[in-house]
């Protein structure tokens, strides 16, 4: 994950009001009678709103009988500056220097289900810094490759255990995958000038939402300069092109779009940014998102927190906004080596916008965004030899597919002799990274050629294609940990035909072209 950590039918003419009644019936109802919705007459004092906090980002979730307009004039009233509002989906973004901006707007439950601040830090203006972690690929290695390269192979194929392990490079005898699918990079960017990347890139469906409103103009999805290429290593494993140069991507026939969330600098996801991403991924006809990252600041959000349950609520909207426009999300399960379907775990980074608190969670009730939501295809990671990666996150009915992550333990027989995913990076390059920010991509990739073979299958048929034609894998005897050494698998679980580890199996391309 980032932090190493969308849909296609326009609303009926009628009356806002109604239209969020039919479109938000699922939310849970409040007497119409509770508050005026006409925003003339409630709860919010008259008097001038303070301004002595610390400017913060809020989302709104309106219930169902409330109006938009409605909800932008309290959140006036309240000292708060709307930033943007989705009609479709109930959610206000806003900023407020107001320290009890949340809680005015809580009182008026007439019009909101739930509010809160998306942030800890006091927004402000953020410098980039140069990022880490990315081992480049040297020439010499790359000679090494190109020297093994087979008829048919990219340069750098020999080195690509990943797309042998889920049998992509026998899918791409069938077919590549249709131009008529787009898989969308929720993630810090994408370097489209990449020659392995430029010939798939779609422009048309890319834009920078960090702050919460889409910025389409040329070049905004881009990386921030010194900044992540951790969206760019993710682009290369869904759609780099066969085309003779560098990589192959899982489905290198599909188009790849950038949509970029990460804020310069610290490339934390916010709540706002986030939700402008899936929304837009939606009335941009994109059919699958992939999201390798969890929203900050909370590595997971408890809904018995007022603050923590509003964010849960406008993404849980958004995402399934997007579902109902058709497009189905993949998300990685995280780098922590837990068990998310423990009756608790501890929680040590949260928020990690400012100080964190170490606190005992309940995983079913304190989720980790966006993969916990309902809908969402949740991927663990693997090395070559088939064993979870060592820091991979797991969980029995959580986890739904896995899928190659890379673990530097696991080393395969391949020219470079390297258990890391080899992908795309910034300046033309290539590089390896590990982590399930790297198996959700193979999931994109596969869900991607599923669509291209069914492209009238809704998300939650291709959610199935993808359990059910995932290769069976059982919990094995030992994994590496983290020093490297074989320990016993003690905390893998089997029920129902899956397993904590690996959900339903390891995803299979090759199945999904036949």
């Not at 309290?74 to 009890?100: C, F, K, L, M, W």
């Not at 920010?437 to 048929?461: D, E, I, N, R």
């Amino acid at each position: 994950m980032a932090h190493l950590g969308p849909v296609r039918r326009r609303a009926l003419a009628v009356p806002v009001g109604l239209a969020l009644t039919a479109s938000l019936a699922f939310l849970p109802s409040v007497p119409a009678s509770a508050v005026p919705l006409d925003g003339t007459a409630d709860a919010v004092t008259a008097a001038k709103p303070s301004t002595s906090g610390p400017k913060l980002s809020y989302v709104a979730n309106l219930n169902a009988y409330a109006t938009v307009k409605a909800a932008k004039k309290a959140v006036e009233r309240a000292g708060g500056t709307v930033v943007t509002a989705y009609e479709q989906i109930g959610v206000v973004v806003a900023h407020s220097q107001n320290p009890d901006f949340a809680k005015e707007l809580r009182a008026q439950r007439g019009l909101f289900v739930s509010v809160g601040a998306t942030r800890t830090a006091p927004m402000q203006a953020v410098q980039t810094t140069e990022e880490g972690a990315t081992q480049r690929l040297g020439a010499a290695d790359a000679a090494k490759a190109a020297a093994q390269a087979q008829e048919g192979q990219e340069p750098l194929e020999p080195n690509q255990w990943d797309l042998r392990t889920i049998k992509a490079d026998e899918a791409h005898k069938i077919n590549d995958g249709s131009r008529n699918v787009t898989v969308g990079i929720i993630d810090t960017g994408v370097d489209d000038t990449h020659p392995d990347l430029a010939p798939n890139f779609s422009k048309d469906q890319s834009a920078n939402c960090v702050g919460g409103v889409a910025d389409t103009t040329e070049g905004a999805w881009r990386p921030y300069a010194d900044g992540s290429d951790h969206g760019t290593h993710v682009a290369g494993t869904i759609g780099a092109a066969r085309n003779g140069l560098g990589i192959s991507g899982v489905a290198p026939g599909v188009k790849i779009a950038a949509i970029k969330v990460s804020e310069p600098g610290t490339s934390l996801f916010y709540t706002e940014a986030v939700v402008c991403g899936f929304m837009f991924a939606a009335e941009k006809g994109i059919e699958v998102t992939n999201n390798s990252y969890y929203v900050d600041p909370y590595l997971f959000n408890c809904k018995t927190d007022d603050d923590q349950k509003a964010l849960v609520e406008a993404i849980g909207r958004a995402t399934k906004y997007a579902e109902r426009k058709g497009t189905l999300h993949v998300a990685s399960a995280g780098n922590s080596n837990q068990d998310l379907a423990a009756d608790s775990l501890v929680d040590e980074t949260s928020p990690n916008d400012t100080t964190p608190v170490p606190r005992t969670v309940d995983p079913s009730v304190c989720l980790d965004l966006p993969t916990q939501l309902p809908g969402v295809v949740t991927v663990s990671a693997t090395g070559d030899k088939g064993l979870r990666s060592y820091y991979s996150s797991y969980g029995l009915g959580v986890v739904d597919v896995a899928a190659p992550g890379g673990d530097k333990w696991q080393v395969p027989a391949t020219p470079d002799a390297n258990g890391r995913v080899l992908s795309t990076v910034l300046g033309g390059g290539y590089g390896y990274k590990q982590g399930t920010s790297m198996a959700a991509p193979h999931v994109a990739g596969v869900a991607a050629l599923l669509k291209s073979a069914h492209p009238y299958a809704t998300p939650s048929q291709l959610q199935v294609m993808l359990k059910t034609q995932s290769t069976k894998a059982a919990c094995p005897t030992q994994i590496y940990d983290a020093t490297g050494a074989l320990i016993n698998a003690t905390t893998c679980q089997a029920k129902w035909g899956q397993t904590g580890y690996y959900g339903s199996g390891v995803v299979d391309a090759l199945k999904a072209v036949e």
